[in-house]
């Protein structure tokens, strides 16, 4: 069954300062893809980004990055220079490939990312 | 895109009582799903329509949970007599194409049951 953990439950940092949400996940699949979402205080789930299992380069986009190992089953997540409107929950998600070419999304529990000024 | 809408935000209803959520893809969008989100959690997965085809449900969908998508366009999501732990926030997304695109999720409906 797939899994996806997210350790971190509530994380606060001051604006400005980089911080790092961990996702570890467990699949038997050999092909799978990764997801980072964020929920902000209004419920939207915001797509952020999507990684294959085959592809374990870095990626930055403005200052978010992702790190994925995996050797270690796991992909994290930095914001760098933090700001206020970063304030949100963020979710890990792991994809399974459904009949007919769908997929379906599990998810960690999420971390609840507080940025104060 | 208009993104993905969904109606009503807010439902209260009583115990027993039937509730029916729709769902507005992004047009073009074939595939259709709906999560359930309770506090605290992540979404979780109810079920999957491409086009007007439900090709999957999940074991959290009793028999009490029926959807459609008829045209393979908009979605219903009908709960038969709510109970309490039908609370939840429920969540319809939509994606275009095969394979493990990204969702885009729509604000969800709040179901209270009382």
């Known amino acids: 069954a797939q899994k996806v953990t997210q350790a971190q439950t509530e994380i606060s940092v001051v604006e400005k300062e980089d911080v790092t949400l961990d996702c570890v996940y467990e699949?038997?699949?050999?092909?799978?893809?990764l997801f980072w979402y964020k929920q902000p205080p209004s419920g939207e789930l915001v797509f952020l980004i999507r990684?294959?299992?085959?592809?374990?380069q870095n990626e930055i986009s403005g200052r978010y990055s992702w790190n994925f190992q995996k050797s270690t089953s796991s992909f994290n997540f930095t914001i760098t220079a933090s700001q206020v409107v970063d304030s949100a929950v963020y979710f890990c998600?792991?994809?399974?490939?459904?009949?007919?070419?769908?997929?379906?999304?599990?998810f960690g529990t999420g971390t609840q990312l507080k940025v104060e000024l | 895109d208009t993104g993905v809408s969904q109606n009503p935000r807010h439902k209260i209803t009583k115990r027993g009582q039937n509730v029916t959520f729709r769902c507005d893809p992004i047009?073009?969008?074939?595939?259709l799903y709906w999560y359930r989100q309770t506090l605290g959690q992540g979404p979780e997965f109810l079920t999957y329509?491409?086009?007007?085809?439900?090709?999957?449900k999940s074991r959290l969908l009793s028999d009490r949970f029926s959807a459609e998508r008829p045209k393979g366009s908009f979605s219903t999501l009908e709960i038969q007599r709510t109970e309490q732990g039908d609370s939840a926030m429920y969540l319809c997304?939509?994606?275009?194409?095969?394979?493990?695109?990204?969702?885009?999720f729509g604000p969800g409906t709040r179901l209270t049951v009382t």
């Open positions: 998600a792991l994809s399974e490939i459904l009949t007919g070419g769908g997929n379906k999304l599990t």
């Open positions: 329509f491409q086009n007007e085809a439900q090709l999957e």
């Open positions: 997304a939509s994606s275009l194409g095969q394979g493990a695109y990204e969702q885009y």
């Open positions: 699949t038997r699949d050999t092909t799978y893809y």
């Open positions: 990684r294959n299992s085959f592809d374990e």
């Open positions: 047009s073009e969008h074939n595939r």
